[in-house]
């Protein structure tokens, strides 16, 4: 593989990349995060997201939980977390990912939060899309931060570019491996 060195080099590979989304495995490594945290599905206050690709797809596990809330856009590189079930109306915001409507309640004190990325590395570093509105929540929250990709796209070896205002994962999950942060 090519060294890759920018964070352009990494997102346009992970755009190349041909990545077949699916749940198979994430839901067992999710049952066993939660396990080991002492969360549930009925009393945790998870943050989840809907999924745009190349990022998995786990919208029917984000709906197992009772108490699920999803981004919703509210201004320059700022989001909020609202909540939100499958019977909730979801509009396509102006990056083309669906968000709750926006009358629905709003809610910040998450307890885990899960993270979609575009890539992951050994550091916990995120490569997201580059817009910046993850990092700034999660600058702002005590959630426990679950970073969520597919074993192809987690670097176990080379690492990511960081900026100061990237926020690292407490936890990557992937359909095969739960990886936690050690520093």
């Known amino acids: 593989m090519e060294l890759l060195k920018t964070k352009k080099h990494f997102r346009d590979w992970a755009r190349a990349a041909s990545i077949k989304s699916s749940e198979s495995g994430f839901e067992l490594q999710i049952e066993r995060l939660l396990e080991s945290l002492n ?9 989840g997201y809907r999924f ?6 786990l919208d029917s596990l984000f709906f197992k939980f009772n108490h699920a809330f999803f ?6 590189r700022h989001m909020d977390f609202v909540e939100a079930d499958s019977e909730t109306p979801w509009d396509l915001n102006s990056y083309k990912i669906l968000e709750p409507q926006a ?3 709003q809610r910040q004190d998450l307890d885990l939060i899960f993270v979609p990325g575009l890539a992951f590395d050994h550091r916990m570093t995120r ?8 990092d700034s929540f999660l600058k702002q929250t005590s959630a426990l931060k679950v970073g969520v990709c597919l074993r192809s796209q987690f670097f176990s070896q080379q690492s990511l570019p960081r900026d100061p ?3 690292p994962m407490d936890y990557v999950l992937t359909e095969k491996f739960i990886y936690k942060r050690t520093s």
């Open 71 to 76: 981004p919703q856009v509210q201004g320059d």
């Open 165 to 167: 205002w990237d926020c």
């Open 127 to 134: 490569l997201g899309r580059g817009a910046g509105y993850y």
């Open 52 to 57: 745009k690709n190349p990022e998995p797809n």
């Open 103 to 105: 009358s629905q309640k």
């Open 39 to 47: 969360f549930s599905f009925e009393s945790t206050r998870v943050g």
